[in-house]
C-alpha cells in the first residue's frame, strides 16, 4: 500500500479517474503504515470502502 498501490490511484487520479480500493484487498508490511496511506488515500484520490461494498456496486454492471 505504501508506494505500488498509492503510486496507481495517483496516476489514475491525474488521468481523470476516480478509482476504488477494496481495503481487504491491499496490504503493507507495516501495519500503522498501511492504515495511514488507506486513510490517506481515501482522503484525496479514492474511495477505500469494503469489498462486500464494492462487490455490489459492481454488481449493477453485469449484465443478465
Known amino acids: 500500500t505504501s508506494f505500488c498501490v498509492m ?4 496516476d489514475a487520479s491525474t488521468l481523470g479517474f476516480h478509482g476504488i480500493v477494496p481495503a481487504e484487498a491491499v496490504n503493507d508490511r507495516d501495519p500503522i503504515m498501511h492504515r495511514y496511506m488507506l486513510l ?5 484520490v479514492v474511495d477505500v470502502e469494503p469489498i462486500e461494498k464494492v462487490l455490489e456496486y459492481l454488481s449493477k454492471f453485469v449484465k443478465k
Open 7 to 10: 503510486a496507481t490511484c495517483y
Open 40 to 44: 490517506n488515500l481515501d482522503w484525496k
